[in-house]
T-cell receptor, first 114, second 116 residues
Framework: AQSVTQLGSHVSVSEGALVLLRCNYSSSVPPYLFWYVQYPNQGLQLLLKYTSAATLVKGINGFEAEFKKSETSFHLTKPSAHMSDAAEYFCAVRGSTGFQKLVFGTGTRLLVSP | DARVTQTPRHKVTEMGQEVTMRCQPILGHNTVFWYRQTMMQGLELLAYFRNRAPLDDSGMPKDRFSAEMPDATLATLKIQPSEPRDSAVYFC??????????????FGPGTRLTVL
């Protein structure tokens, strides 16, 4: 079985500051990991994904995440926050074998202040 | 620009009424997912289909919810009878669900349901 834990339901940063959103996973098989972003009144959009290739994954809008097996983590970072990054971010996991559904975390709302 | 479409975008109904939500997956995608999002429960998977066959609907209240794919271009989620606790945003997502592939799910804009 798979699960993810997102630490912090809300994260506040200033514009230009580093963004760090935390995600820890649990998986009984080698995982695939995903970060999705949800803007107000919209559906979820894929930011990036880890599929057992490079452990440092670059996504859209300047975001990246690093898969750390020893820490069972897949934290999302961006060097410099922009006002347009304000949204809710979801970490998700699925097993890498067979057809398996995505399991989402509870989400972290990113607030960006001027 | 291929995208998942959902109708209606908003629905307000009274308790006891039937509600039908529709989803058009991206052409060529063979997996369809239905999710429900609420403040209290977050994002919950209700059901999913592969090649129009239901693979898992364990997340769905069986007595009132039903999900179908009449054809490859249409998925429906029906609630009968609806209850206030069904108020939520319902998302449809589609993907190409080959086994072992890191199938990205493409989400629709959602249907915001309010049951009075």
């Amino acid at each position: 079985a798979q699960s993810v834990t997102q630490l912090g339901s809300h994260v506040s940063v200033s514009e230009g500051a580093l963004v760090l959103l935390r995600c820890n996973y649990s998986s009984s098989v080698p995982p695939y990991l995903f970060w999705y972003v949800q803007y107000p009144n919209q559906g979820l959009q894929l930011l990036l994904k880890y599929t057992s290739a490079a452990t440092l994954v670059k996504g859209i809008n300047g975001f990246e995440a690093e898969f750390k097996k020893s820490e069972t983590s897949f934290h999302l970072t961006k060097p410099s926050a922009h006002m347009s990054d304000a949204a809710e971010y979801f970490c998700a996991v699925r097993g890498s074998t067979g057809f398996q559904k995505l399991v989402f975390g509870t989400g972290t709302r990113l607030l960006v202040s001027p | 620009d291929a995208r998942v479409t959902q109708t209606p975008r908003h629905k307000v109904t009274e308790m006891g009424q039937e509600v039908t939500m529709r989803c058009q997956p991206i052409l060529g995608h063979n997996t369809v997912f239905w999710y429900r999002q609420t403040m209290m429960q977050g994002l919950e998977l209700l059901a999913y289909f592969r090649n129009r066959a239901p693979l898992d609907d364990s997340g769905m209240p069986k007595d009132r919810f039903s999900a179908e794919m009449p054809d490859a271009t249409l998925a429906t989620l029906k609630i009968q009878p609806s209850e206030p606790r069904d108020s939520a945003v319902y998302f449809c997502a589609s993907g190409s669900g080959a086994q072992g592939i890191s199938n990205e799910q493409f989400f629709g804009p959602g249907t915001r349901l309010t049951v009075l």
